[in-house]
């Protein structure tokens, strides 16, 4: 947690770091690394909040910190009394390892650094906490004076350091290296850790590396976060050894937790989760060709490197212009309908979709707009529960813009005018406040996520308007899309669908109001 708020754009408050710590807890994760008890006011304030209020049931904390200041005792150092009353049962060590750092940054001789190393570590366990060591710049280090490099882990592992980590700290490595310097750094007898940045795009392959050279502690971020370009990604690391390796590194059954932990923390830190993350992210196990989705159909193991379940996801089939007939009848199976049954029906829908595709709609993300055609054409008419008469955007001004929509509901005629900060927003008021009369489940409804793209349609076409609209009721959200030749045509047509497929999954029979 530690290393991963250090990510560009992440500031997580106190809260948010009780949350994240309890969704880790969840994970299953042996350590939390919590922060810097004594560097700043809201680290100390996590670790006094942890100790009264942070329940944790396979994980244990850990503050970070470093060795004593040079010259000076550890006992009399105030950051070595921050780590010491911080609670946390561990604490991880950050030392020197590589002999330019110690000259240069810590402005001390090489046998002072060694004796900070000593000191510290033999302090805090004279105190009672179990010490890792974070040996900063290691690989580097090892590099440029391998002798010192060994000494600063065997000095750790002699104070009694339960793990000395090698650190990737620039993220410079590639795996071959890892492994060798792993390999040989075991000759010193001491227990040791990875922790890995992901700078040449090796970071969860130098995990990998250093765990089948023999390291047994391995350190990650969940969602990949940290500066630059990130540490090791918790979960690829961790569903990689369970799965890949062999290896029992969660309790029994938390990995199928994995997806729905990595998307609650994107919630908590708004950063919104990769689709392309491994495992967990939404396209993992995405299948777009058609060639491929008749196979599928025989047998999902055929394209896919795992059960998606192991980790909590979902095989998802994305209903594009390479779609086939076997696809359509796949993502309908995947929707609860029977598509198959009725070839020619089969053919219509493969045939509407390639079409309402050649027009700029895509469905590969809105599947709740797919959703509402399938029913269409399964149940004979489109579901509707509401009937528009007009609507237009009325005026636009300084002081925001207003829209009305005229429809026709249960016997009823509806005129609203609704305001808002666009012509969008106000046509979503309006819409929302008409309907919101005879259906009260449209208060829960809101749009969370708006995304517009102009189509060149090409050569003797005009360009059209694609908008695609996420709605969210507070529990699940759906993704709706509209085409128009501009952007206000576009977004109602998509809004229209979204409080439509809402209804419907609300389970509101159509024409109750
Ligand atoms: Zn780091």
């Known amino acids: 947690m530690r290393d991963g708020a250090q990510q560009e754009g992440l500031n997580l408050s106190v809260q948010d770091k009780l949350h994240v710590?309890?969704?880790?807890?969840?994970?299953?994760?042996?350590?939390i690394e919590g922060g810097w008890p004594g560097s700043n006011p809201k680290d100390t304030e996590f670790f006094a909040l942890a100790a009264k209020e942070l329940e944790l049931r396979t994980a244990t904390l850990a503050a970070f910190g470093a060795t004593r200041r040079a010259g000076l005792r550890a006992a009399d150092d105030p950051l070595v009394a921050a780590l010491r009353e911080s609670g946390a049962p561990v604490v991880t060590l950050v030392a020197k390892?590589?002999?330019?750092?110690?000259?240069?940054?810590?402005?001390?001789t090489l046998e002072e650094n060694l004796a900070m190393v000593r000191d510290t570590v033999e302090h805090l366990r004279a105190e009672g906490q179990r010490v890792f060591v974070d040996c900063e710049h290691f690989f580097d280090g090892y590099v440029a004076n391998r002798a010192y490099a060994l000494e600063v882990v065997r000095t750790a592992a002699e104070a009694g350091a339960d793990v000395v980590v090698l650190c990737d700290t620039n993220g410079g490595m590639l795996p071959h290296q890892v492994e060798e310097v792993v390999a040989d750094t075991l000759s010193v007898g001491a227990r040791l850790g990875i922790h890995a940045h992901n700078d040449t795009g090796c970071a969860v392959a130098n995990s990998m590396a250093a765990v089948r050279a023999g390291a047994t502690h391995l350190q990650g971020c969940l969602n990949g976060y940290g500066e630059r370009t990130g540490n090791a990604d918790l979960v690829t690391s961790v569903a990689n050894l369970e799965l890949k390796l062999g290896m029992q590194v969660l309790p029994e059954g938390a990995l199928a937790e994995a997806t729905r932990i990595a998307h609650a923390v994107s919630e908590i830190t708004n950063y919104p989760p990769s689709a392309r993350q491994p495992y967990t992210g939404v396209s993992s196990f995405a299948h777009k060709a058609g060639l491929h989705a008749s196979a599928i159909r025989v047998d999902p193991d055929l394209y896919q490197h795992i059960d998606p379940a192991l980790v909590g996801n979902d095989m998802r089939l994305l209903v594009s212009e390479m779609a086939g007939r076997a696809t359509i009848e796949l993502k309908g199976r995947e929707l609860g309908y029977d598509v198959g049954d009725d070839a020619e029906r089969l053919g219509r829908i493969t045939e509407r979709v390639k079409a309402m595709e050649q027009q700029g709609y895509t469905f590969e993300a809105a599947d709740a707009s797919f959703e509402l055609l399938l029913a269409e054409e399964m149940e004979g008419a489109r579901p509707s529960y509401f009937d528009?008469?007009?609507?237009?955007?009325?005026?636009?001004?300084?002081?925001?813009?207003?829209?009305?929509?005229?429809?026709?509901?249960?016997?009823?005629?509806?005129?609203?005018?609704g305001e808002g900060n666009g012509p969008v927003n106000a046509l979503d008021h309006a819409l929302r406040q008409a309907i919101e009369q005879l259906y009260p489940d449209v208060a829960r409804f809101h749009l969370i996520d708006f995304r517009v793209r102009i189509l060149d349609q090409g050569h003797g076409t005009d360009a059209v308007t694609r908008v695609l609209i996420e709605t969210s009721d507070g529990k699940d959200a759906w993704v709706t899309v509209g085409v128009g030749p501009n952007m206000i045509e576009a977004s109602w047509e998509a809004l229209v669908d979204a409080l439509t497929y809402g209804l419907r999954r609300h389970g509101v029979p159509v024409g109750t109001a």
């Open 21 to 31: 710590a309890r969704h880790l807890d969840d994970l299953g994760v042996g350590f």
């Open 97 to 108: 390892s590589h002999d330019r750092h110690v000259e240069l940054a810590l402005r001390t």
């Open 388 to 417: 528009v008469e007009s609507w237009r955007v009325l005026a636009e001004s300084s002081r925001g813009t207003e829209a009305t929509v005229k429809l026709r509901a249960a016997g009823q005629r509806l005129a609203v005018i």
